[in-house]
Nanobody, 113 residues
Framework: VQLQASGGGLVQAGGSLRLSCAVSGMTVSGNTVGWYRQTPGNQRELVAKLYNSGYRDYVDSVKGRFTISRDNPKNMVTLQMNSLKPEDTAVYYC????????WGRGTQVTVSS
């Protein structure tokens, strides 16, 4: 299983970014996928998770601003991030679960004030 994240970058506060994760070796439609983020000196934290049931879970700080979705034909997971804040600055990691956890390389998101 491989996960390749893209779409990070530098954006001003209030702006938007869309992260994408191309998945190979497992189908996004039948498994749990998600996004985590990490800042220097801190543990990786859950941002959003999309279960194979269709249930979506978000960390409180991004509710109403971020939306996780999957594109089944393209086998991709996306994270639409709106109304970005400086505290959203982090390295974002794509996540997948099929019998065990799989992680992609991170993509840097920087939100300037």
């Amino acid at each position: 299983v491989q996960l390749q994240a893209s779409g990070g970058g530098l954006v001003q506060a209030g702006g938007s970014l869309r992260l994408s994760c191309a998945v190979s070796g497992m189908t996004v439609s039948g498994n749990t996928v998600g996004w985590y983020r990490q800042t220097p000196g801190n543990q990786r934290e859950l941002v959003a998770k999309l279960y194979n049931s269709g249930y979506r879970d978000y960390v409180d700080s991004v509710k109403g601003r971020f939306t996780i979705s999957r594109d089944n034909p393209k086998n991709m997971v996306t994270l639409q991030m709106n109304s970005l804040k400086p505290e959203d600055t982090a390295v974002y990691y794509c996540y997948g679960y099929r019998y065990r956890e799989f992680w992609g390389r991170g993509t840097q998101v920087t939100v300037s004030s």
